[in-house]
């Protein structure tokens, strides 16, 4: 592993005064002071905050939880502590949009956030919340289909108010694509995060720019899982950006990097680290990236602050 020092010096070989991370989780379970030492070791100049607006208490409800149930045993998962662990990692996720702020609000210069929505839960209420994350003056919207069980089809009256919502406030929206840990990591039960069920949103509202978290790649079982088509989305718009949070290897294995540089795709690929989900630290990610040799140093400028600055900045 390598020392802070090294890292610092392959971030200033680049032309760079920090790298910026577009993906990290302030857990409730993680204290402020842990993600600054993780923050300063790895040289992070700017991280993107997440909110999760998870309902732990949705699986306990009976109805919810026969058809999750029911869902499970479709998606050929028999385990019975499948529910108990889904709501286990609904409870650990949940982090609320008011922690976000007061952390930005704290380190204005070195944190931005996004705020998070439950698109499945009633109008009253997304439209609360969306108050709420401008109030607060976030920057963004995070969604995640999985941990929100919502499906894009099924939730468009909601996503197209969080949208115009974006396009109004000039706010990025960001949506978890892949699998998730636990019963998620069933590609079945995740399929309501590929990212091709976002191709009407993201044609509708060409003025909002799109994160694909996890550029459509995570997934303990098949890695890369709908990588192609993630890529083929931010092919065909220019309002899609790609992070790679949990899947560092796409800018390490040639056939990630080649197919991304093919689709002229570099300049919209951001770093995530995805700390502190992942178990690794943001400098392990980090040295993983700038070590790696399919990239030009140019292009680790790029995808390790460039872009990213770009798009947070505009
Ligand atoms: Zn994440």
Not at 16 to 32: C, K, N, Q, R
Not at 175 to 182: A, E, K, V
Request: charged share 25%.
């Amino acid at each position: 592993m390598a020392t802070a020092q090294e890292l610092q010096e392959l971030i200033r070989g680049l032309g760079l005064d920090g790298i910026v991370d577009a993906h990290v989780h302030p857990l409730t379970i993680l204290s402020e002071q842990d993600l600054l030492k993780a923050i300063e070791e790895a040289g992070v100049k700017l991280c993107a905050l997440l909110a999760l607006d998870v309902d732990p208490g949705e699986l306990d409800d009976e109805r919810r939880a026969r058809a999750f149930i029911q869902e499970m045993l479709n998606a050929g998962i028999w385990d019975v502590r499948a529910l108990d662990m889904a709501k286990e990692l609904l409870r650990k996720a949940l982090t609320p949009n008011e922690r976000v702020a007061s952390m930005v609000r704290r380190y204005p210069g070195l944190f931005m956030g996004f705020g998070s929505v439950n698109p499945s839960k009633p109008m009253g209420y997304v439209l609360e919340r969306l108050r709420e994350i401008e109030d607060l003056g976030l920057s963004g919207i995070k969604l995640i289909p999985t941990l929100q069980l919502f499906c894009p089809h099924k939730a468009k009256k909601a996503l197209n108010k969080v949208l115009k919502f974006c396009r109004r406030a000039n706010m990025l929206v960001m949506f978890h694509t892949g699998c998730d840990p636990g019963p998620w990591e069933a590609p079945a039960l995740s399929r309501c995060a590929r990212p091709s069920l976002l191709e009407p949103f993201i044609r509708s509202f060409p003025e909002v720019r799109f994160i694909l978290a996890h550029a459509g790649s995570y997934s303990a079982r098949v890695p890369g899982i709908w990588f192609d088509e993630a890529v083929k989305l931010a092919r065909a718009y220019g309002n899609v950006w790609l992070d790679v949070a949990a899947v560092p290897y796409l800018l390490v294995e040639p056939r990630f990097v080649e197919a991304l540089r093919r689709a002229g795709l570099l300049g919209r690929v951001l770093f995530g680290s995805d700390y502190p989900v992942i178990g690794t630290s943001i400098a392990e990610v980090a040295y993983e990236v700038l070590c790696s040799s399919s990239l030009s140093d140019g292009e680790k400028a790029q995808v390790m602050a460039l872009n990213a600055e770009e798009l947070l900045a505009s």
